[in-house]
Structure formats: structure tokens, C-alpha cells
């Protein structure tokens, strides 16, 4: 599903060229769930906006489901991503002027879905998350627990083929942490692909595959 | 979706109430500005357009057609709209219009003194569009005697009574019918009257049959009307040599003006009093156009500064699935929100202030916003407009965020976006200096004007009209009241001393060349006007009893008349007269203002003419001024004279003579200031704001040992640039406007370059006040939890 071919990325100040990515090669089947880990400064976000067509790398090849990212603009990349890639961040960005029923609805929207399908939609996200009671509230009002879960449904609102996580657990305590990754773990068993990116070896265990970054190389590749 | 952003965009409008205030304020004001600008600009435009045949009645002027000098003249004599009608088949109907005095009217019991009872001919009710609540306007002239009232004045004399047919007493001489009664005549209207009567009784009552023919007798306006869509050039080429062909001497030429022209471009001598000037419409349309521009970049600098708010929305919306032109959409439908709240506001605020803005402006405006959708409608385009473009600059700043830089770290202003901010406030003061030196200036020539040394003295003079049978008792009036110890002078005179406009034609004096022509304003005076008005004389003596000559023959003239004359000293004994009279120069007075100070000097020349005198002067002593006034009175009535005791001071008179230009000074200073409040406004939002963002380095600096003080100031010395750099822009934009304005006045007050610090002065001041309670503030903020908040 994903292969990346020789990804560097850099940013060039004058004559310095700092270098975050260097030479990455990947390969992501369908249905895997995989950990990018690695100290600070590693590069480890960067790959994951990368693959998540939010960034551009500086040279090398994306290919996703066989279409050739590297080549496409602006507007056939969201249209990728809005249709295939959900998005989970350490510090949840959710919308904060908006309800939890609004801010699930908000994808629904910007693909044009219709008002009685989006009802649907989002209740049944609401549900499964059991955060039917909290739809009212705004993410101010929330815990952090509740906060993710609400961001991971809205990232799975519209049904994506890959998910992917930057530091999920990162602002939860234990508890909710675990929970997050058991979400993860069933999602996986259906059929979503996962990628993550994290500092904990316990979050690392849950996947089956662990991918260290040093530097902006890829050392190790199990 | 549309629901989702009208949503978003309340609640944040909401959430952030101080700067949400500040947009909205701001804009709310420029938009109050701008309506009501927008309402005087109508009124002023819509002069005279009300009557159906308006684009096709021209105003007939003369001009001297040798002297380069000579200033064209909108008075035309008796006989000219009768024989313009004949002489002209293109002219299918004319009228005159016009008035001789002021006169008594009475009815029973009631009186006024009646200054707006004009004469017409009947031709006038035809050409000019006013409505006839009674009456027939085909008959309504064709008795003289009849008049014409407009419904304020039908219940001033009649109260409920029917008005049609009853008779009101002229100056207790002669009687008029009323034969109708029309609607009050609008204020947009450059032809004033409350009453109108044939101008055949003009000339019966007032200037006799002699001058029924007198094409010398220039006072009076005359119209004409062409028919529909005819031009006017043929007739004006007709015209030419027209007055020639009468007199073979004469060297005036006549020439047309349209009619709805008259108000906003005429440029004659002897004009309407209620004239306007388009140079002034379209200052105040700049001026509404500047204070829209003021509030709209307020909207932009404000909502632009605080981008990092919303950096982080703007991000996660990008990521699932935003496109950037529905990002753009966003954020355009919150400015225009904005501006449509702002606009119900400045309706609200327009209602409250309009009462004040016509005092200020001497109009008659009224909103009646239910009965314009037209104009509603245009005011809600503006809004929408300015919502638009205040939100353009923001919506397609922060739609641009890349989501990447936005949510990994916090978005540091870019430099080309700080720049941006930078020239944006640069703009806002330029224009607000620019208004600060527009009302410095302003100001200085309207107390010039007010307090010029006009050459003679006005203090304590009082002056009330002698027509009619008050003319043959004035020698009467005069004795009484001299006899009053408190009085110190009697005199009379034709016209005001403050606007001598009449002029007898080219005269003749000792060495003058046969062809030589020289326009001179002439007045005619009682005894004892040179001392009652402290007149200087550089040479020779006033009128005096002491010789019998001086009543015929005796004139003074004033230094610019010798001037052009080219006389030689000794002035004093020779030859000057004019309209066949032959006598010499026994005085020659200083230079000084009789007419306003648009005008240069011109040559003056004064003469004794006792049937002429209309007005009488009394000069009273300083101390106890009512009760002299009182006692005058008393003598008044004394003697029965059968008209009211009604004065003036003259140096009322004189204030009135400017004015036009202290309304529009008037205006043009709360619009400034006004303007320059809200560009004070959008400092205080970004002020607030810089130290939002700084709060963390204050609090490092403070720590390391920086004062309070020491830190406000770091603050204020950015803003402090700014202010200056739009001072350099905006002097020479402000000094080319200014002194094109000031040479429209023969005498000015000078552009000096204090005025320029000044205003420097003033915005640096007002841009410090504005940001040093945010700087204090920031600088006193407890270090300990501004730094703990780390994002």
C-alpha cells in the first residue's frame, strides 16, 4: 500500500542544509500496524506528515495505493488524504468553538455528505466511543481521555484505510492511554491500517512491527 | 455548512469580547461616518431637482466683457425676461424673481416683518414646481394684486381660517389677495419664499414705473425655459451682442446657466446666500471614504495580529479536508458578519447623532430609512463591501497556514506578515495626520477670518431697516435717539458695511482715458458714517454740515480706487462722479474690508443719497448695553412710528457671512477626530495584543533585572517609529491639499511649519496615551506565570 523510494527531506538556510529525513526506504502492507520510534530530533514526525501528504519531502518517491504522490497537487492531495487517511495528534486539536457533535461532524462536511447520513454517521461514532452523553459539551469541558477519543473518532469518521498517530497517548495518563491503544489494537483487527509514532515501549508492544529512526536513517527495520 | 461557519464565527466573535469590541467599533463608526456623509452629499446633489421642468429652465447672468477683472453678476434688470421671451422663439417661457426690501405685512392684529416675500412673474408657477394645496397656479397671478403663501406662513396670519380670498396689508400702503396657498417651499430649494406676489406691484410699490424699462437696474434674477432636450448652445451664441444692440456703449454680454447647476457650481457675484460648492461634496465624500478605510484596515491589522488563535484551527481543518478556498470562504463570511453587525450598530448610532450633525451642518436631514430602500439597500452593500475587503487581507493570510508548521510548534509571525501589519498601521496614522493638519489649518483660517482687523470698527453698533414711511421719519428717529446719553452715534448707509456689493458703472474722474473702465462698489451713506464706523482717512475730511455742497456733489473714495485711478496726490479736489453727477473727492479713506474675505479690496467710493438709505446704524456706549437697548425701544414706540423695534448687532452679520465655511469647518473637525479615534482604537487592539505575545519575553527581561518603566519603553519605541514615518508620509499630501484650499481666499492665514510639529506632536502623544496602559500593564505582570505557560 505505501512504499517510499530514497525520501530525504531538508531545510536549507543559505549554505546549510539541515537534514531531517535521509534516504528512507519503506514498504507498508495493507493491514499492518507499525511504530516509528527514536529519540528527540530523529525525524520521526516528519516521515509521518510526509506519508500523510501534509509535507513534501525534498527528493525521493511516495507511492500510495500505486499513484504517485510525489506528482500530484494540492488539490488531488486532499482529496487523498480526506478520503483515505485519518489523523490522531498528541495534543488532540480539536476545535475548541465547536461541540463534540460538531467536531465530528466537521470532515462529514468538507466531503459534502448529506444531513441525514451525517446525523447517522456521527451518532453511531458517538456511540461506539461511548461519548454519546458528552455531545453537547466543548472540548474545554472534556478530560483528556475524552478529548483523544473524540479525536480518534473524528479520524475515523469518514471510514479512512489508514490511520495515523502521532504521540496518542502522550497527554493521557495510564488508564486512558490504555484504552486508546486497545481502541487501536481492534481498529487494526479490522482491517485499518495503523501507524504510529511513540516513545513507549508499552505502546510499541501493541504493534506488530517497529521501525527505529537515528538521525533521520532508519537503523533498524523488524 | 453555512450553518457551521455563522456558528464558528458567533462564538468566536463572542469568546474574544475585547477585540471583537474593537473590530466592531471601529467599523461601526466609519460606517455612521460614512451614512451620514453620504445623506448630505444627496441632499446637497438633489438641489432644485425637484421640479419637473428643471433641466430645462436656465438662469440668465451678465458679465463685463473687457475688464479681466470684472466678476460675472447674477442680477439682470426688469424689462430682460419680457424681451428675451420675444426677441427668442427657442425661449417659451421666463420669469423674474426677486425683492426690494423688506416689508410689513399685516393682518388684523398680527405683523411681521416679512424678509422672504419675493416677486415673480406668472410664467414662474409654470416653470418652477410648487405644489398648490389651494388655489389655481394658471390664475393665481393674474390679478397684481394678489400673493401667493406657503402653508407655515397661511397659519402664521390665519391660524385655521381659510387663507383664500382674505387680504393682507402691505407696509400699511396697499392690499394683496391671497389667491393660493402652496406646500412649504423644501429646504433642498435654491429659490427661498414664504410669500409671492406679481412683480408687477415691484415695480407699482417699490421702484416705480421710471424703471419698468430701466436696463441699468440690475437686481433681480431672470429665468428661462427652453423646451425639452434643447440645447442651450444656440441661444447662447444668439445672446451675443444682444445687449449691445440696446446700448451701443454698453460692454456686457449676457450668458446662460442651467438652472440645476446653480447650487453646487455657480460662481456669480450677488448670489443666493444658500449656496453650496461641489468642491466640498467631494472633500466629504473623501473624508467618508477615509474614515471607512481607517476602520476597515483597523479590521484587517487586528484580525491578522491574532492569527495564531486560530493558526491551530486553521491546521486541523486543512487536515481533514479542508480545501483553501473553503477556508477562505470561512473566514470572509466572519468579516462580513462583522460588518453587518456593525452595520445595524451605525444605524442605531446614525439615528442618535443625526440631530447633532444637522445643527452642525445647518441641514435638514432625516433618516426615514423605511421610506428609501434604495438607500437602505446601498448601505447594506456598503457593508458588505467593506466586509469583504477588511476580511480579504485576513482570510487569505490565514488560510494559507500549512498545517505542518501550524501543529507541531507555535507559528512565529513571518516577517513579510509582521511587515504587512506595519504598513497597514503606517496608512492608519498618514491619513489621521493627514486630518490632524487639515483641522489645524482649518481652524486657523476660520479665527483669522473671524478676527481679522477689518479696517473699520463693528463693536456696539446696532443697525435695524428703515423702509417704506420709516425713511421719511428717520431724520425724526435720528434726533430722538441722539438725545439719549448713552448713544454715541446716529447714522445710515444703503447696504451693510459688511457686504457692499452694488456697483454704478465705470465713473469719471480727472484724467481718465476715454475708453478706461473701472469697476466700483459704491455705497450711500447718511452723515456721520465715516466716524460712526472709525473709518481712517489718509487724506482730506468727512461729510459735515459745514458744506452746503456736500449732499450733491461731495464723494470719498477709498486708497485702491486711487490706485486704479492712477491720481496723483494731492487726491483731495479733483473731479469724480458718476450716473451724470459732477463733483470732487473730499476724502480719501483707508483700505478696508467691506465685503468678505474671499475678495480682494475693490474700489470704493461713498456718497450722500438720502432717498436711498435703508438701514440705520446706532452705536451705544459699552456699560449697561440692555438697559440702553430698552430705552431705545421706549423713544421707538413712542413715537408710533407703526413698525416693530427689531435690530441686529452688526458683528452678527459678519459671523454670518462665513458661515458655510464654520459648518464645514465644523464637520470636517468631528469627522477628523472621529477618524482619528479609531485609528487610536486599532492601536489600542494590536497594543493589546504585542503584549499578549511578548508576555513571555517581558517576563524573562524582567527577571534579568529590566525596570517597569525600562520595559514599557522597549514597547513603545516600535510604535513610536511608526508614528513617525507617517508623519513624513502624510506632510506633503497634506501641505499641496492645504494650500490649494487656502488660495481660494484672498486673505489667508499663513501654512506655517509649526502647524506640521505640531501634528507630529499630537499623533506621537495620542499613540503613546493609546499603548502605554497595555505596555504598564505588560510590564508589571508577575514573570512567575507568564513563563510558566509554555505551549
Request: proline fraction near 4%; glycine fraction near 6%.
Amino acid at each position: 500500500m505505501i512504499k517510499l523510494i530514497d525520501i530525504t527531506k531538508y531545510y536549507s538556510s543559505g549554505f546549510v542544509k539541515t537534514f531531517v529525513l535521509r534516504d528512507i526506504n519503506l514498504d507498508i502492507k495493507e493491514g499492518e500496524f507499525v511504530t516509528i520510534m527514536g529519540p528527540s530530533g530523529a525525524g520521526k514526525s516528519t516521515l509521518l506528515y510526509i506519508l500523510g501528504m501534509l509535507d513534501n519531502p525534498s527528493s525521493g518517491e511516495y507511492c500510495f495505493f500505486d499513484k504517485k504522490v510525489h506528482k500530484l497537487h494540492e488539490k488531488q492531495l486532499t482529496e487523498l488524504h480526506k478520503n483515505y487517511i485519518g489523523f490522531v495528534f498528541q495534543s488532540y486539536h480539536l476545535i475548541d468553538d465547536l461541540t463534540v457533535y460538531e467536531n465530528l461532524e466537521t470532515p462529514l462536511l468538507y466531503k459534502k455528505v448529506k444531513g441525514s447520513e451525517r446525523k447517522g454517521k456521527v451518532c453511531e461514532m458517538l456511540d461506539r466511543f461511548h461519548i454519546v452523553a458528552k455531545k453537547d459539551l466543548f472540548p474545554n469541558q472534556l478530560s483528556g481521555g475524552q478529548q483523544q477519543k473524540t479525536a480518534v473518532a473524528r479520524a475515523l469518521i469518514t471510514e479512512p484505510k489508514l490511520i495515523l498517530a502521532d504521540e496518542p497517548t502522550g497527554n493521557l495518563n495510564t488508564k486512558e492511554g490504555e484504552e486508546i491503544m486497545e481502541l487501536f489494537k481492534e481498529l487494526n483487527e479490522g482491517g485499518t491500517t495503523i501507524l504510529q509514532v511513540t516513545h513507549s515501549e508499552k505502546n510499541a508492544s501493541y504493534s506488530r512491527r517497529i521501525i527505529n529512526l537515528l538521525d533521520g536513517w532508519i537503523v533498524d527495520n523488524k | 455548512m453555512l450553518k457551521n461557519y455563522f456558528k464558528i464565527a458567533l462564538r468566536y466573535i463572542l469568546r474574544q469580547k475585547f477585540y471583537s469590541f474593537i473590530n466592531i467599533a471601529g467599523l461601526t463608526i466609519g460606517m455612521a461616518c460614512c451614512m451620514m456623509i453620504t445623506l448630505w452629499v444627496r441632499d446637497e446633489l438633489s438641489y432644485d431637482r425637484f421640479h419637473q421642468n428643471a433641466e430645462a429652465i436656465y438662469r440668465v447672468y451678465h458679465y463685463e466683457s473687457t475688464t479681466p477683472q470684472s466678476s460675472p453678476s447674477a442680477l439682470t434688470p426688469p424689462p430682460m425676461a419680457a424681451a428675451l421671451k420675444k426677441d427668442f422663439p427657442e425661449i417659451i417661457k421666463s420669469t423674474r424673481f426677486g425683492t426690494w426690501l423688506k416689508r410689513l405685512v399685516t393682518y388684523q392684529d398680527k405683523h411681521f416683518n416679512e424678509t422672504m416675500y419675493m416677486h415673480a412673474d406668472p410664467d414662474f408657477f409654470a416653470m418652477f414646481s410648487f405644489e398648490f394645496v389651494k388655489g389655481d397656479p394658471a390664475t393665481a397671478f393674474s390679478n397684481p394684486y394678489s400673493v401667493v403663501i406657503t402653508e407655515t406662513a397661511a397659519a402664521k396670519y390665519f391660524g385655521r381660517e381659510d387663507p383664500l380670498g382674505k387680504t393682507l396689508t402691505v407696509n400699511h400702503t396697499f392690499d394683496v389677495a391671497v389667491t393660493g396657498v402652496i406646500q412649504d417651499v423644501p429646504s433642498n430649494s435654491s429659490l427661498e419664499f414664504d410669500l409671492l406676489s406679481p412683480f408687477d406691484i415691484l415695480i407699482k410699490e417699490f421702484i416705480g414705473e421710471k424703471n419698468r424699462s430701466n436696463w441699468g437696474f440690475n437686481s433681480f434674477s431672470t429665468y428661462v425655459m427652453l423646451p425639452r432636450n434643447a440645447s442651450s448652445d444656440n441661444l447662447s451664441q444668439k445672446l451675443n451682442g444682444y445687449l449691445k444692440k440696446l446700448e451701443p456703449e454698453s460692454t456686457y454680454e449676457m450668458a446662460l446657466q442651467p438652472f440645476i447647476d446653480i447650487h453646487l457650481f455657480s460662481k456669480l457675484d450677488h448670489d443666493y446666500k444658500n449656496l453650496g460648492d461641489i468642491k466640498y461634496v467631494w472633500i466629504f465624500s473623501a473624508l467618508a471614504v477615509f474614515v471607512l478605510l481607517i476602520a476597515s484596515v483597523n479590521f484587517m491589522n487586528l484580525t491578522t495580529a491574532r492569527s495564531a488563535n486560530r493558526a491551530q484551527e486553521v491546521g486541523l481543518r486543512k487536515v481533514v479536508g479542508a480545501q483553501r478556498s473553503q477556508l477562505i470562504r470561512q473566514f470572509f463570511g466572519e468579516s462580513v458578519l462583522m460588518a453587518l453587525l456593525a452595520l445595524v450598530t451605525a444605524l442605531l448610532l446614525v439615528e442618535l447623532l443625526l440631530p447633532l450633525f444637522n445643527s452642525l451642518s445647518g441641514k435638514h436631514l432625516a433618516s426615514a430609512w423605511q421610506n428609501n430602500p434604495p438607500l437602505l439597500f446601498g448601505f447594506f452593500g456598503m457593508a458588505l463591501l467593506t466586509g469583504l475587503f477588511s476580511g480579504s487581507y485576513p482570510a487569505l493570510f490565514l488560510s494559507s497556514f500549512q498545517p505542518v508548521r501550524v501543529l507541531k510548534g507555535s507559528l512565529r509571525s513571518t516577517g513579510a506578515n509582521s511587515r504587512f501589519r506595519k504598513v497597514l498601521v503606517i496608512f492608519q496614522f498618514s491619513l489621521s495626520v493627514f486630518l490632524i493638519i487639515g483641522t489645524i489649518v482649518i481652524s486657523r483660517q476660520l479665527s483669522y477670518m473671524r478676527n481679522i482687523d477689518l479696517g473699520f470698527s463693528r463693536e456696539r453698533i446696532i443697525h435695524l431697516d428703515i423702509h417704506g414711511e420709516l425713511l421719511e421719519k428717520y431724520g425724526a428717529i435720528r434726533d430722538r435717539f441722539l438725545q439719549n446719553p448713552k448713544v454715541l452715534h446716529v447714522t445710515a448707509s444703503m447696504a451693510l458695511p459688511t457686504n457692499i456689493q452694488s456697483t454704478p458703472g465705470t465713473p469719471e474722474w480727472e484724467g481718465k482715458a476715454p475708453d478706461e473702465q473701472m469697476e466700483i462698489k459704491a455705497d450711500f451713506v447718511d452723515i456721520d458714517y465715516i466716524e460712526t464706523f472709525n473709518i481712517p482717512l489718509v487724506e482730506g475730511r468727512s461729510f459735515s454740515r459745514d458744506y452746503a455742497t456736500d449732499p450733491e456733489t461731495a464723494f470719498i473714495v477709498n486708497e485702491e480706487a486711487v490706485r486704479r485711478m492712477r491720481l496723483q496726490k494731492p487726491v483731495v479736489g479733483k473731479r469724480f462722479g458718476f450716473w451724470n453727477i459732477d463733483g470732487q473727492i473730499i476724502g480719501v479713506m483707508k483700505d478696508a474690508h467691506f465685503q468678505s474675505l474671499h475678495h480682494r479690496i475693490e474700489p470704493l467710493v461713498f456718497k450722500m443719497f438720502p432717498p436711498w438709505l435703508r438701514r440705520m446704524y446706532v452705536k451705544i456706549q459699552s456699560d449697561n448695553i440692555s438697559a440702553t437697548l430698552s430705552s431705545l425701544e421706549e423713544t421707538w414706540d413712542q413715537m408710533n412710528l407703526g413698525y416693530p423695534f427689531e435690530f441686529r448687532f452688526l458683528d452678527e452679520n459678519f459671523h454670518n457671512l462665513y458661515k458655510t465655511e464654520e459648518r464645514l469647518g465644523n464637520i470636517f473637525r468631528s469627522f477628523a477626530a472621529l477618524a482619528v479615534f479609531i485609528a487610536c482604537l486599532g492601536l489600542l487592539g494590536l497594543a493589546s495584543f504585542m503584549a499578549e505575545q511578548k508576555a513571555k519575553e517581558i517576563g524573562i527581561r524582567r527577571i534579568l533585572g529590566a525596570s517597569v518603566f525600562g520595559v514599557a519603553l522597549m514597547m513603545s519605541k516600535e510604535f513610536t517609529k511608526w508614528v513617525l514615518m507617517a508623519n513624513l508620509i502624510a506632510w506633503p499630501a497634506a501641505w499641496i491639499v492645504m494650500s490649494r484650499w487656502l488660495k481660494g481666499f484672498a486673505y489667508r492665514s499663513d501654512l506655517g511649519a509649526w502647524i506640521f510639529f505640531l501634528s507630529a506632536g499630537l499623533s506621537l502623544g495620542l499613540a503613546l496615551l493609546t499603548v502605554a496602559f497595555q505596555s504598564y500593564r505588560a510590564a508589571l505582570a508577575n514573570p512567575a506565570k507568564t513563563l510558566r505557560q509554555e505551549t
